[in-house]
């Protein structure tokens, strides 16, 4: 069977560079406990207007096609990755198309948060191997800074997320020491409600003993968007940081040695890990976990925060772009976020 092979990769990030002193004007927080437990200097916000999800999308992609050396027209399927859409429905998969003139082919949109960009490489290598499709457009993108809660009470949010966007274009391969070797996808739905933005929702309070919004209680009436949601803050992300920073340090490793055994192969033998960029110290512990050495690990989230979808391809891209990934490389590719969902790849470059 053929495999898949990233034949271009591109990103982009806003100019905005918000540094944590700039957060301090509008939270109670400071430089120095962002650094420390996160390991965070500064993260990109997309401009107000002019700017979203798709447009940033379109700039990654932009970059990728054209390193695949292909056009917008050869592309034979989207696959986008966000939690942050420009639209409740329809997803920015179909904005993307329109917005690079592409063929009527098809796009999907993948919900799957942090590992989101992974679940989306995965799906794209099944439909690469089988031969259905032949060059397949992955995008990750997030535009954060439009729905968090700038004030003291989400700071444990706020400060970690950033925007930006990463895509790449896989193609088949036939070489015998290039392409994706295996991916792996997990789920655990137990946690749901760990790391999560509620509202808007269908939800209804069924879930949780706890209510995660109030509505309306007339018999019939809109219960998706309620003035008293908006008055009451329900309408954020919320996460148990902790908790999240606890699992995380066991799914990553673990699913980084699933792949590695999968293919017979050796943490040592990895060129070059890129990890979801959740937290520095998160990727520190993995690293010490499995025994790489600074130079088989990249980390950029001092730079950009978490980009979630977009965090592994932005990653990935500027490790190439600075060269620390050459053709033959082992590179291994992890992520692990709300759901919980946790994923890994394992390719050579
Ligand atoms: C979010 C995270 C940095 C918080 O660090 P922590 O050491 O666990 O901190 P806690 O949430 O226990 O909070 C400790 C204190 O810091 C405060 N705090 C939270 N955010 C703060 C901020 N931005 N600035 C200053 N203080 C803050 C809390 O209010 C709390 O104060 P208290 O002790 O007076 O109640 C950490 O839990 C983490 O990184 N978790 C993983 C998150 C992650 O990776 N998410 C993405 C997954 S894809």
Same mark, same amino acid.
């Given at each position: #069977?053929?495999?898949?092979? $990233?034949?271009?990769?591109?990103?982009?990030?806003?100019?905005?560079?918000?540094?944590?002193?700039?957060?301090?004007?509008?939270?109670?927080?400071?430089?120095?406990?962002?650094?420390?437990?996160?390991?965070?200097?500064?993260?990109?916000?997309?401009?107000? /207007?002019?700017?979203? /999800?798709?447009?940033?999308?379109?700039?990654?992609? /932009?970059?990728? &096609?054209?390193?695949? +050396?292909?056009?917008?027209?050869?592309?034979?399927? &989207?696959?986008?990755?966000?939690?942050?859409?420009?639209?409740?429905?329809?997803?920015?998969?179909?904005?993307? *198309?329109?917005?690079?003139?592409?063929?009527? $082919?098809?796009?999907?949109?993948?919900?799957?948060?942090?590992?989101?960009?992974?679940?989306?490489?995965?799906?794209?290598?099944?439909?690469?191997? /089988?031969?259905?499709?032949?060059?397949?457009?992955?995008? =990750?993108?997030?535009?954060?800074?439009?729905?968090?809660?700038?004030?003291?009470? =989400?700071?444990?949010?706020?400060?970690?997320? +950033?925007?930006?966007?990463?895509?790449?274009?896989?193609?088949?391969?036939?070489?015998?020491?290039?392409?994706?070797?295996?991916?792996?996808?997990? @789920?655990?739905?137990?946690?749901?409600?760990?790391?999560?933005?509620?509202? !808007? =929702?269908?939800?209804?309070?069924?879930?949780?003993?706890?209510?995660?919004?109030?509505?309306?209680?007339? !018999?019939?009436?809109? #219960?998706?968007?309620?003035?008293?949601? &908006?008055?009451?803050?329900?309408?954020?992300?919320?996460?148990?940081?902790?908790?999240?920073?606890?699992?995380?340090?066991?799914?990553? !490793?673990?699913?980084?040695?699933?792949?590695? @055994?999968?293919?017979?192969?050796?943490?040592?033998? &990895?060129?070059?890990?890129? !990890?979801?960029?959740?937290?520095?110290?998160?990727?520190?512990?993995? *690293?010490?976990?499995? +025994?790489?050495?600074?130079?088989?690990?990249?980390?950029?989230? *001092?730079?950009?925060?978490?980009?979630?979808?977009?965090?592994?391809?932005?990653?990935?891209?500027?490790?190439?772009?600075?060269?620390?990934?050459?053709? =033959?490389?082992?590179?291994?590719?992890?992520?692990?976020?709300?759901?919980?969902?946790?994923?890994?790849?394992?390719?050579?470059?």
């Amino acid at each position: #069977m053929k495999r898949s092979k $990233i034949a271009g990769v591109g990103m982009y990030v806003p100019a905005n560079a918000v540094t944590n002193e700039d957060l301090t004007q509008y939270m109670e927080t400071s430089d120095a406990w962002i650094q420390e437990r996160t390991g965070i200097k500064e993260r990109r916000y997309a401009q107000r /207007t002019g700017e979203t /999800t798709t447009t940033m999308a379109v700039a990654a992609a /932009t970059i990728a &096609i054209e390193r695949a +050396g292909i056009s917008p027209q050869d592309i034979d399927f &989207i696959v986008f990755a966000t939690l942050s859409p420009d639209y409740y429905f329809p997803g920015c998969g179909v904005l993307l *198309q329109r917005a690079l003139k592409m063929r009527e $082919i098809g796009a999907l949109d993948v919900r799957n948060q942090c590992s989101g960009f992974l679940y989306a490489l995965s799906v794209a290598d099944q439909f690469i191997k /089988t031969g259905m499709y032949k060059n397949i457009l992955v995008v =990750g993108s997030e535009k954060h800074s439009f729905g968090l809660d700038f004030s003291t009470r =989400g700071r444990n949010v706020s400060v970690i997320f +950033g925007d930006g966007a990463g895509a790449v274009v896989l193609q088949p391969t036939e070489q015998p020491k290039q392409g994706i070797l295996s991916t792996h996808l997990h @789920s655990d739905g137990e946690s749901a409600e760990l790391l999560a933005m509620f509202n !808007p =929702g269908t939800h209804a309070n069924h879930w949780t003993e706890q209510p995660l919004a109030d509505f309306n209680d007339a !018999p019939i009436a809109d #219960m998706f968007m309620s003035h008293q949601m &908006i008055d009451k803050a329900q309408n954020f992300p919320t996460m148990d940081g902790p908790a999240v920073f606890k699992k995380a340090v066991v799914k990553f !490793p673990e699913v980084i040695m699933e792949a590695l @055994s999968a293919n017979g192969l050796q943490p040592t033998d &990895i060129n070059m890990l890129i !990890p979801h960029q959740a937290n520095l110290r998160i990727s520190q512990f993995v *690293q010490q976990k499995l +025994g790489l050495q600074d130079s088989q690990v990249f980390n950029n989230i *001092q730079r950009y925060g978490n980009t979630t979808a977009a965090s592994v391809p932005i990653a990935l891209c500027e490790a190439w772009e600075q060269g620390k990934i050459q053709p =033959g490389d082992l590179v291994c590719l992890a992520a692990f976020g709300s759901g919980f969902t946790w994923a890994s790849a394992l390719l050579y470059w």
